[in-house]
């Protein structure tokens, strides 16, 4: 499977596509974590996951994954082979970052590269809000609009929405408890976002960002910080913002 997938990336470069097709063999590829759709111009999905802490296929692949592909509407792949998600990224529409595990040059120059000429939208959860990698400050700074060092005990906390008018919040309660990991996100001084929902420790009283949209020219990017376990992925609020913001960042 890996090798077909390099070479039709190499073809694909060879006769100067800008952007690559997702190989053929996807189709009868029936791994957990991966929803085909039969419609040819179904949107295309790519899921990162892979690193410590988290279990990533069960609960971004496929917990996330099946909300994200509505149904068999939309193809959604998810990966954790770093090679692989090389070849996915100019492949897809959306990728949704859900990794700490370091990505190799070929997919941090493909993630900007797409992203830079408008051709990606990138969903940015729990785990990739992080400033996981020190060698990758654009990252953060560009597409994350800041980042998390630390986190709050994995415990209940209270969630409140700042912007209900905003498309992502639509039927998401005004304030919702969750029993996740309150990461101490903070934005880049220089990054331009708009924070939609703010979330705050119980016993701390310490509020900061939990979903935030980034100001990019070109790209449609969601931030969200939530997604530890079973408890965010479960949860009814959770799914609802997940649904929302696919809406927003897929293409007309
Ligand atoms: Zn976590």
Not at 13 to 31: P, R
Not at 63 to 80: A, C, P, R
Not at 114 to 139: A, C, F, M, R
């Amino acid at each position: 499977m890996k090798r077909t997938v390099m070479l039709l990336a190499v073809v694909g470069i060879t006769f100067g596509c800008k952007t690559q097709e997702l190989a053929k063999e996807y189709k009868k590829d029936t791994s957990a974590g991966h929803f085909v759709s039969d419609n040819k111009k179904a949107t295309q999905i790519a899921i990162t996951g892979g690193g410590g802490s988290h279990e990533f296929l069960k609960f971004f692949g496929i917990t996330d994954g099946e909300i994200l592909s509505e149904k068999g509407e939309n193809t959604v792949i998810y990966s954790e082979d770093v090679e692989e998600i090389g070849t996915l990224v100019p492949a897809v529409d959306i990728l949704m970052l859900t990794n700490n595990q370091p990505l190799n040059a070929t997919v941090k120059e493909a993630i900007f590269s797409q992203v830079n000429n408008g051709k990606l939208n990138l969903l940015i959860y729990h785990p990739s809000t992080w400033y996981n990698w020190e060698d990758w400050p654009e990252y953060n700074k560009q597409l994350v609009g800041g980042g998390s060092r630390s986190h709050e005990d994995l415990q209940e906390f209270e969630v409140t929405v700042v912007k209900p008018d905003h498309p992502i919040m639509k039927g998401v309660p005004k304030t919702f408890r969750i029993v996740d990991e309150l990461y101490r996100w903070e934005k880049d001084p220089a990054a331009e976002i708009e924070v939609l929902a703010m979330s705050k420790g119980l016993e701390s009283g310490e509020e900061y960002p939990t979903v935030w949209i980034v100001k990019h020219p070109k790209a449609k990017i969601v931030g969200n910080t939530l997604g530890h376990d079973e408890r965010a992925h479960d949860l009814e609020a959770y799914r609802t913002i997940l649904r929302n913001s696919l809406d927003w960042v897929k293409k007309e």
